[in-house]
């Protein structure tokens, strides 16, 4: 149980132009979704905190115009990098929380890896 | 201060040895600490999670809890080289708070 899937897993595209990346939970209902970002050798960073059906909260210095996150279902939520540029070029992981469980254990995503050229 | 402390290592151990990680937090308001291990390129995965004071055995993990003191460790017993990864503490307050991970090395 509690798997977290992302797609596409590897993107490669071409300055200027809009990525899509979807994280989704495939046996439990997520109310609250994470989106992270990671760096080569870094620590995960927290990029926004979505929950069903409201608008994200952006941790501080993220832009949300460029980071366009929905959350429409409970099972789904979507990342869309803007105008990707070649500094957004990173690994992006979501997780998942499981809304019916007490505790609040995130599962993790794949990740998808973005290189912008 | 940081809300959740860890070691960023590197920390090397031999092979079938007790590898020892440690993590402390700022918030007593805790409630839930967990385990995650992180392999180079891929994202992190659960290992496991505790709420009480005290320890907790799954396999060759042990998560030890102690509130007072603010600190939660993860022992890695018999330690294989496939433990080799950067592992992350991440603590539970008013927010999700992940450390920034100890990098493990079990040398062959």
């Known amino acids: 149980g509690a798997v977290v899937s992302q797609h596409p897993s590897w993107v490669i595209c071409k300055s200027g132009t809009s990525v899509k990346i979807e994280c989704r939970s495939l046996d439990f209902q997520a109310t609250t979704m994470f989106w992270y970002r990671q760096f080569p050798k870094q620590s995960l960073m927290l990029m926004a905190t979505?929950?069903?059906?409201?608008?994200?909260?952006?941790e501080q210095g993220v832009e949300k115009d460029k980071f366009l996150i929905n959350h429409a279902s409970l099972t789904l939520s979507t990342l869309t990098v803007t105008s990707a540029h070649p500094e957004d070029s990173s690994f992006y992981i979501c997780?998942?929380?499981?809304?019916?469980?007490?505790?609040?254990?995130?599962?993790f995503g794949p990740g998808t890896r973005l290189l912008v050229l | 201060q940081k809300e959740v402390e860890q070691n960023s290592g590197p920390l090397s151990v031999p092979e079938g040895a007790i590898a020892s990680l440690n993590c402390t937090y700022s918030?007593?308001?805790?409630?839930?600490f967990f385990w995650y291990r992180q392999y180079s390129g891929k994202s992190p995965e659960l290992i496991m999670f505790?709420?009480?004071?005290g320890d907790k055995e799954d396999g060759r993990f042990t998560a030890q809890l102690n509130k007072a003191s603010q600190y939660v460790s993860l022992l890695i017993r018999d330690s294989q080289p496939s433990d080799s990864a950067t592992y992350l503490c991440a603590v539970t307050g008013n927010q999700f708070y992940f450390g920034t991970g100890t990098s493990l090395t079990v040398i062959p």
């Open positions: 979505s929950n069903e059906g409201s608008k994200a909260t952006y």
């Open positions: 505790i709420y009480s004071n």
């Open positions: 997780s998942a929380r499981d809304g019916q469980l007490l505790q609040e254990t995130q599962y």
């Open positions: 918030d007593r308001g805790s409630q839930s």
